[in-house]
């Protein structure tokens, strides 16, 4: 289907903002802290009282401001509405021990997020706006940040299509906005996993490795069948053959087999997880070898069959680290061995809750303090 062509930045040749970037706060006069039990948080429920929005138009990003959480005005022949031009991160701050507040790997996230951009032929966002954007945010609301076992600020930064037009083409508008929200895990236990070999979530040369909306929207049905049949999450499989592992859609996915950290390699049909990437980066200082290699079905099946995998794990920012306890390939379920402390998956994510609240030296230069 043909697109009209417009000329603008796309994401692979950011404009330049003319730094030191202002950004207004206007403040709220009632906040709803007081009405959040930070004991008992649904993922993503309540949001905090500010958000960062900057629009786009013909070219030229405009004032960022942080306001009042609140609803927006789109009109219903919004592009984005209709043909999914949208993207988004998913980021975390946390409360250090020392009473500071910082971000984990914002500069990892900004350039996923531009990759992402580019692909759904977006405009790249300037990184000040992105950067000073989420730390004045995370600033304005600190007090939101959960002092709860595995608790932080989960970030959602996103971009939409805001042109009015229902014909296809490119939006000559956009809206930037980041919202917050007060989070604790996101699985709250083990998850029994069904490997996919029906549906597909994305195919190699498509959207899989971007952050778009789509993706997410086409796992709907494949997981609600699944849940049907008794499974927490789908495992995805290649979309040419269903024969080589590829990620679970709200989180890369890890094994250990044979004492091997294996993971499937990033591709364009994998998303280039942060928590996958810090996983990778730590597996040596905790003395384990990782591979990134094409798993197949086949091979996982055998392994798991001759009690070669000790360990499988979904990794992602809102899922941390979150153990598989079942896998079913056609309909056999296969069990994984109990964790304990001395599990690599438990040694690395008390690795990453340490260097995230300052108990161990940021070595990486991971945290932004804001
Ligand atoms: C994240 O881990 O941040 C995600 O975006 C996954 C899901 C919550 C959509």
């Not at 942080?66 to 592009?79: Q, Y």
């Not at 299509?161 to 490119?170: C, F, H, I, P």
């Not at 040369?205 to 997410?216: E, H, W």
Request: proline share 6%; aromatic share 10%.
């Amino acid at each position: 289907m043909p697109t009209e062509n417009h000329n603008f930045a796309f994401a692979n040749n950011p404009p330049i903002m003319t730094p030191p970037i202002d950004i207004p706060i206007e403040l709220t006069t009632s906040s709803r802290l007081p009405e959040i039990d930070f004991s008992n948080l649904e993922f993503g429920k309540h949001t905090a009282d500010h958000m960062l929005t900057v629009e786009y138009d013909n070219g030229v990003w405009q004032q960022p401001r942080i306001v009042p959480f609140g609803e927006i005005k789109l009109s219903p022949t919004s592009l984005v509405l209709h043909y999914a031009q949208t993207v988004f991160e998913g980021m975390k701050a946390f409360k250090m021990d020392d009473g500071k507040v910082s971000v984990f790997r914002m500069d990892k996230h900004y350039k996923r997020f531009l990759k992402s951009l580019e692909r759904m032929c977006m405009p790249a966002l300037p990184e000040d706006i992105f950067k000073e954007g989420i730390k004045a945010l995370v600033k304005t609301d600190k007090a939101w940040i959960p002092n709860i076992e595995g608790g932080a600020l989960y970030l959602r930064p996103f971009m939409i299509a805001t042109e009015q037009r229902l014909g296809v083409k490119v939006s000559d508008k956009y809206l930037f906005m980041v919202v917050t929200s007060p989070v604790g895990p996101y699985y709250p236990k083990p998850l029994n996993m069904k490997i996919e070999t029906e549906y597909v979530r994305a195919a190699e040369g498509g959207t899989g490795y971007a952050k778009c909306g789509g993706n997410y929207g086409a796992s709907f049905l494949p997981t609600q069948l699944a849940r049907q049949q008794g499974f927490d999450q789908v495992l995805w499989t290649d979309a040419k053959e269903h024969k080589y592992l590829d990620e679970a859609g709200t989180m890369n996915v890890m094994f250990v087999i044979d004492g091997v950290l294996t993971t499937p390699p990033l591709s364009t049909s994998i998303l280039d997880g942060v928590t996958r990437d810090s996983i990778l980066t730590l597996a040596p200082e905790l003395g384990m070898t990782a591979d990134e290699r094409r798993i197949t079905v086949e091979e996982l099946e055998s392994a798991l069959s001759e009690g070669r995998v000790t360990e499988a794990f979904g990794a992602g920012t809102a899922a941390v680290v979150t153990p598989i306890q079942s896998i079913s390939i056609r309909g056999n379920a296969y069990q994984l061995p109990e964790w304990n402390n001395d599990s690599f998956m438990v040694k690395v994510k008390n690795k990453l809750g340490d260097i995230r609240h300052g108990q161990e030296a940021d070595a990486k230069g991971w945290n932004t303090v804001v």
